[in-house]
């Protein structure tokens, strides 16, 4: 078992309670939170200047990169995806 540390290396906690909080994972757990919070919630956003619904934020698909150009080696070559 791995213990990763944390809060300034005064705690540690076990690997296997380290949820991932990247990529599809993340989504998948933001969706189950406003279904569990409901579609009428309220929500701030921008800084908390402004609010939300719950039911208004967008179901937005993730966008292909195929056909995109990216930068290697320092800056002087490109790959196109």
Known sequence: MVKIS???????????DV???AGETFK????EQLNVAGKETVL???RGTSTIL???IPDVPE???????ITTQRGTS????
């Open 63 to 69: 966008k292909s990169l195929k056909g995109q150009k």
């Open 44 to 46: 701030s956003q921008k």
């Open 54 to 56: 719950a039911k208004d």
């Open 19 to 21: 949820k991932n909080w």
């Open 78 to 81: 490109t790959i196109t995806l």
């Open 6 to 16: 944390s809060k300034r290396g005064t705690s540690t906690t076990s690997a296997a």
């Open 28 to 31: 998948q757990f933001q969706k």
